[in-house]
């Protein structure tokens, strides 16, 4: 194409004003904010500009133009922050939202948003209340603590804590316990960003009583244990126990506290999934103020929970950093919504989500697994080979690391696709689902899908093996 046709055809684009007034404008306008349609139709043309000089244009200018603003407008309003169908089996697996929330608390949530609220308001006193006494009555009944507090999450509430507690002062823990969670979450930063000085104690693989009590000086605030959530230490290896920290630190005068990261409030090991300590059960032995997540075992909202004895809980509420790290009025309905389910134990298991799929017995999740192969042979016809297999799904968020949890999986080996193209079909299509290669098969764990999942999950698949490749 020589200079002259170029330009021709550079001046043959209509401008942004004319597309306006066009014909299927009007259908656009009728649609979408007039701002969305502007910006769909002049990137638009800037593109078929673009690809004009670089010699890649159709034939004439304005072919595939009404086509490719029409794309953009469907992918400027389609919302970013979706639902997504988790066939991975990790039940609180953080890149997906962690905990569902119960259905049941969803009303309260809209009550408390949609409207105005007491949040910050005493009705029988008519003056201004604290938004944390909603939550500090559930929170005693609950976890047998004398008091509570609830931040954004729990590791603005180990934060809150060190600041509040230890600035400028020095914090115990044990070598075995300097983890690191995830999403550069270190006791080591944390404690720096806290203004607390750290002591190590012990090694590695072991620590002693006589460890921390060595360490302590008239410098000591606090003496911390952290719950190694995602990684374990066996073999030649040895903790000191809360109840031996808690002994200590009331003979030297010194707090104890416990990052216990996931916080269950329902005894797992009644389930068969043994070796996660119940917050009751961590407050019981002592401890002077225990931290965890909302949205882990918990199964609820994001958000650090802190309780314990009255006098530290006052003076972590009183500290500054509280009003940095203060939760909004939809996790503070929800969380107490959720709490109240706790109330009866079967409740709880039946209708916190996260629960539920934690302890579906092995032969439901069999027979699920086997009605999602027959539905998805269904769909699928030739296109790939369905079959139920026996596999582990993981409890996630830094949960229960050790334990796997036996589960039925559907595996599906496409016949005219790779299983990377399926997985990423899959992944995009809508709802999304997000699904586990393994050597030979696309693995669907059933253990983290909701009833009216299966349907739309043979129907994603049936379109993605339908597609051409
Ligand atoms: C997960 C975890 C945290 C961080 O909790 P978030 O609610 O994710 O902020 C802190 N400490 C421990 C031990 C954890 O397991």
Same mark, same amino acid.
């Given at each position: 194409?020589?200079?002259?046709?170029?330009?021709?055809?550079?001046?043959?684009?209509?401008?942004?004003?004319?597309?306006?007034?066009?014909?299927?404008?009007?259908?656009?306008?009728?649609?979408?904010?007039?701002?969305?349609?502007?910006?769909?139709?002049?990137?638009?043309?800037?593109?078929?500009?673009?690809?004009?000089?670089?010699?890649?244009?159709?034939?004439?200018?304005?072919?595939?133009?009404?086509?490719?603003?029409?794309?953009?407008?469907?992918?400027?309003?389609?919302?970013?922050?979706?639902?997504?169908?988790?066939?991975?089996?990790?039940?609180?697996?953080?890149?997906?939202?962690?905990?569902?929330?119960?259905?049941?608390?969803?009303?309260?949530?809209?009550?408390?948003?949609?409207?105005?609220?007491?949040?910050?308001?005493?009705?029988?006193?008519?003056?201004?209340?604290?938004?944390?006494?909603?939550?500090?009555?559930?929170?005693?009944?609950?976890?047998?603590?004398?008091?509570?507090?609830?931040?954004?999450?729990?590791?603005?509430?180990?934060?809150?804590?060190?600041?509040?507690?230890?600035?400028?002062?020095?914090?115990?823990?044990?070598?075995?316990?300097?983890?690191?969670?995830?999403?550069?979450?270190?006791?080591?930063?944390?404690?720096?960003?806290?203004?607390?000085?750290?002591?190590?104690?012990?090694?590695?693989?072991?620590?002693?009583?006589?460890?921390?009590?060595?360490?302590?000086?008239?410098?000591?605030?606090?003496?911390?244990?952290?719950?190694?959530?995602?990684?374990?230490?066996?073999?030649?290896?040895?903790?000191?126990?809360?109840?031996?920290?808690?002994?200590?630190?009331?003979?030297?005068?010194?707090?104890?506290?416990?990052?216990?990261?996931?916080?269950?409030?329902?005894?797992?090991?009644?389930?068969?999934?043994?070796?996660?300590?119940?917050?009751?059960?961590?407050?019981?032995?002592?401890?002077?103020?225990?931290?965890?997540?909302?949205?882990?075992?918990?199964?609820?909202?994001?958000?650090?929970?802190?309780?314990?004895?009255?006098?530290?809980?006052?003076?972590?509420?009183?500290?500054?950093?509280?009003?940095?790290?203060?939760?909004?009025?939809?996790? %503070?309905?929800? #969380? /107490?919504?959720? +709490?109240?389910?706790?109330?009866?134990?079967?409740? &709880? !298991?039946?209708?916190?989500? =996260? *629960?539920?799929?934690?302890?579906?017995?092995?032969?439901?999740?069999?027979?699920?697994?086997?009605?999602?192969?027959?539905?998805?042979?269904?769909?699928?016809?030739?296109?790939?080979?369905?079959?139920?297999?026996?596999?582990?799904?993981?409890?996630?968020?830094?949960?229960?690391?050790?334990?796997?949890?036996?589960?039925?999986?559907?595996?599906?080996?496409?016949?005219?696709?790779? %299983?990377?193209? #399926? /997985?990423?079909? +899959?992944?995009?299509?809508?709802?999304?689902?997000? &699904? !586990?290669?393994?050597?030979? =098969? *696309?693995?669907?764990?059933?253990?983290?899908?909701?009833?009216?999942?299966?349907?739309?999950?043979?129907?994603?698949?049936?379109?993605?093996?339908?597609?051409?490749?």
């Amino acid at each position: 194409m020589d200079k002259r046709e170029l330009q021709q055809m550079l001046a043959s684009l209509p401008a942004v004003d004319e597309m306006l007034r066009g014909l299927p404008a009007a259908r656009w306008l009728s649609l979408h904010p007039r701002t969305l349609v502007v910006r769909a139709v002049r990137e638009a043309l800037q593109e078929f500009r673009e690809k004009i000089l670089a010699g890649t244009a159709p034939s004439t200018a304005m072919e595939g133009l009404d086509t490719a603003i029409e794309d953009r407008l469907q992918g400027l309003s389609k919302t970013r922050f979706r639902r997504v169908i988790n066939a991975t089996g990790i039940v609180l697996h953080t890149n997906l939202g962690r905990a569902p929330l119960p259905r049941e608390v969803l009303e309260k949530v809209m009550e408390g948003a949609v409207a105005y609220s007491n949040l910050e308001f005493d009705l029988e006193q008519g003056r201004r209340g604290k938004r944390y006494d909603h939550i500090t009555g559930i929170l005693q009944e609950i976890t047998g603590a004398e008091d509570g507090l609830v931040v954004n999450n729990n590791a603005a509430a180990v934060l809150l804590c060190l600041t509040a507690l230890a600035a400028g002062r020095e914090v115990v823990v044990s070598r075995g316990e300097l983890i690191e969670i995830g999403g550069s979450f270190r006791i080591p930063d944390v404690m720096r960003a806290g203004g607390a000085c750290l002591k190590e104690v012990g090694t590695t693989n072991k620590t002693h009583l006589r460890d921390y009590e060595t360490a302590l000086t008239e410098h000591t605030a606090l003496i911390l244990k952290v719950h190694p959530s995602n990684y374990r230490i066996v073999g030649f290896s040895q903790e000191t126990a809360i109840e031996d920290l808690v002994k200590l630190g009331r003979e030297r005068r010194i707090p104890v506290m416990y990052d216990l990261g996931s916080g269950s409030l329902l005894d797992l090991a009644r389930y068969g999934i043994a070796g996660e300590p119940t917050v009751q059960d961590i407050v019981s032995r002592g401890a002077d103020i225990v931290t965890f997540s909302g949205d882990k075992l918990l199964g609820g909202p994001q958000g650090g929970i802190i309780v314990g004895r009255k006098e530290f809980i006052g003076k972590i509420q009183g500290h500054p950093l509280t009003r940095a790290v203060r939760v909004d009025k939809m996790t %503070l309905a929800a #969380l /107490e919504a959720v +709490l109240k389910l706790y109330r009866d134990e079967e409740t &709880a !298991r039946k209708t916190i989500p =996260a *629960l539920t799929m934690l302890t579906t017995p092995l032969p439901t999740l069999k027979g699920r697994a086997s009605r999602l192969a027959r539905r998805i042979r269904s769909r699928v016809g030739k296109t790939a080979d369905v079959a139920v297999r026996k596999d582990v799904s993981q409890a996630g968020g830094g949960s229960l690391p050790e334990k796997s949890l036996e589960t039925a999986v559907v595996a599906v080996k496409p016949r005219s696709v790779s %299983l990377q193209t #399926l /997985e990423m079909r +899959l992944r995009t299509s809508d709802p999304p689902v997000v &699904a !586990r290669i393994s050597d030979d =098969a *696309l693995l669907l764990d059933v253990r983290t899908l909701f009833s009216g999942d299966d349907a739309l999950l043979a129907e994603a698949l049936s379109r993605a093996l339908g597609r051409a490749p």
